[in-house]
């Protein structure tokens, strides 16, 4: 069946860094973009990044724009996120999302992992 499994999540101090990952199963990972969304308590899940299939192209939400960067392996089927210069206002779960138009929108959703930037 279709697994997306996030890692890499904790508690961090404010400048600190972090690097999730999602490993994706059971299905064609390599045809799919992909995505990192994250949602704080009480707000809406927000796009963060992403990356086409191929890795050739990459967009940001301007709050990650410099500090965030997305990445992609497709021989490992693994998608990551890495975040520099922590803020308190990146505190949030963050999901990760393959992406396929197929005559409709076809989405995968990991299960999430918490970010917690504080002192």
């Known amino acids: 069946q279709v697994q997306l499994v996030e890692s890499g999540g904790g508690l961090v101090q404010p400048g600190g860094s972090l690097r999730l990952s999602c490993a994706a199963s059971?299905?064609?990972?390599?045809?799919?973009?992909m995505s990192w969304y994250r949602q704080a308590p009480g707000k809406e899940r927000d796009l963060v990044a992403t990356?086409?299939?191929?890795?050739?192209?990459?967009n940001y939400a301007d709050s990650v724009k410099g500090r965030f960067t997305i990445t992609r392996d497709n021989a490992k089927k693994t998608v990551y996120l890495q975040m520099n210069s922590l803020k308190p206002e990146d505190t949030a779960v963050y999901y990760c999302?393959?992406?396929?138009?197929?005559?409709?929108?076809?989405?995968?959703w990991g299960q999430g992992t918490q970010v917690t930037v504080s002192s």
């Open positions: 990356i086409s299939n191929t890795g050739g192209s990459t």
């Open positions: 999302n393959a992406r396929r138009w197929v005559t409709r929108w076809v989405d995968y």
């Open positions: 059971g299905f064609t990972f390599s045809i799919y973009d």
